[in-house]
Each structure stands twice: as C-alpha cells, then as structure tokens.
C-alpha cells in the first residue's frame, strides 16, 4: 500500500478560491515533500517539510504537517487557472537512497 | 545550474522488442538518481535508484534493468517489452537528502 494518500482525488474550483488537498501516511518521516504535475509533464517541486516543523509558505502556497495525526496539508490561496495541475505528496522516511514514497495525487482544476 | 535530459520523449514499441531509455544529468556531481514508472492518471512507482556508478537498487520485480555507466547518466533497459511495460517514465536526480529534480519524462507504448 502508498506510504501517501492524498484526499480528494480531484478538486475543481473557481479561480480566486482557495484549494485544500490532504496527504495522510502510514510511517515516521524524515520530510514530506508536495509536487506538482502538469499534464505529459515531469514532476516540479513546490515544497519540503520537515518533521519537526509545522508549517511552511512559499508565495501562495501553505503547507502543514501534523505527525501525530500523520497528516499533511496543502493550501494554495487565490488560485489562478494556471494552477490547473495535478499535486503528489511524497514522504521520505529516511531510508538510504533518499528514496520519496508518492502519494497517487489530486488533480486540481480552476475555472477561469 | 542543474538541467536533466531524458529521451527519447515517446516511444512506440511492439511487444518483445528490446528498449533502452536514457536520462543524463548535468551542472552536479555524485547525484542520487531514479528511475519511476507512472501509470495514466496514478502516482509514482520508484523502479530503481543509484547512489553511485554501477549501483542499482531495484525496488520492483519487473522487467526492466537499469544502469550507470558514468556518473550522470543511468539508463532503464528491456531485453523483451510487454505490454504492461506502457506507461511514463520519469527519471529524477538528488542530492543531500532533499528534494529530488525530475526529467521532462517518456511516454512509452508497447503494442
């Protein structure tokens, strides 16, 4: 089974709303990671979180990591039609190789 | 600064028919590399991993090999394609333990 889930499976909303999508796993982590996928495209990284920390923000970007409930959460505010992408959590647990355990994403669409 | 290559960008092979992708990394040295498998509309499956060249770590029993001749060049090989080998394929490169770079990816199709 995925280390990462992420909660809904597809999102569509309006631009200018906020979009919230949920990463549940399963074991301790040393960071969870959020990327982002455009359609045919590679992945692009948007943001790391560490264990010991709670909160992250990257422009419009929020993210929150809960280890207790093993949960993380990203929050991208105003969202414009050029948000339209999948997103993919991925959990690092500290295995050699730096190896990521993917989530099986959320896709995002925003209306113009 | 750091560019990674893949190619080729899609491929149409029939079945039984040998493949070799490459993925060449350039601008650092010493990168952890991978290679991951994405069904359509699924997350990542990590295939295999090398922390140095000529050390592969396979993740998956599958079809597939990989190697790293050169450091900054692994490549993801076939003897026999099936056709569950279809699929997009991503190689990434890291470094330090933090956020892994991915290539623009192949789309393969085995008729």
């Known amino acids: 089974s995925q280390q990462g889930e992420e909660d809904p499976q597809a999102l569509s909303i309006q631009e200018g709303e906020n979009a919230t999508m949920n990463c549940s796993y399963k074991?301790?982590?040393?960071?969870l990671q959020w990327y982002r996928q455009n359609s045919g495209r590679g992945l692009v990284h948007l943001i790391l979180?560490?264990?010991?920390?709670r909160e992250k923000h990257s422009g419009r970007l929020r993210v929150t990591l809960d280890t207790s409930k093993k949960s993380s959460s990203l929050l991208i505010t105003a969202s414009r039609a050029a948000d339209t992408a999948s997103y993919f959590c991925?959990?690092?647990?500290?295995?050699?190789?730096?190896?990521?355990?993917f989530g099986g994403g959320t896709r995002v669409l925003v209306k113009p | 600064s750091q560019t990674i290559h893949q190619w080729p960008a899609t491929l149409v092979q029939p079945v039984g028919s040998p493949l070799s992708l490459e993925c060449t990394v350039e601008?650092?040295?010493?990168?952890?590399l991978y290679w991951y498998r994405q069904a359509a509309g699924r997350g990542l499956q990590l295939l295999f991993y090398?922390?140095?060249?000529?050390?592969i770590s396979s993740e998956v029993p599958q079809n597939l090999s990989a190697s790293r001749p050169q450091d900054r060049q692994f490549i993801l090989s076939s003897k026999k394609l099936l056709l569950s080998d279809s699929g997009f394929y991503l190689c990434?490169?890291?470094?330090?333990?933090?956020?892994?770079?991915f290539g623009p990816g192949t789309r393969l199709t085995v008729l």
């Open positions: 990434a490169w890291s470094v330090n333990y933090n956020e892994q770079f």
């Open positions: 074991t301790s982590i040393n960071n």
């Open positions: 979180i560490r264990s010991n920390e």
């Open positions: 991925a959990t690092d647990v500290g295995a050699a190789g730096n190896k990521l355990t």
């Open positions: 601008g650092t040295s010493n990168p952890n």
């Open positions: 090398s922390v140095g060249i000529g050390q």
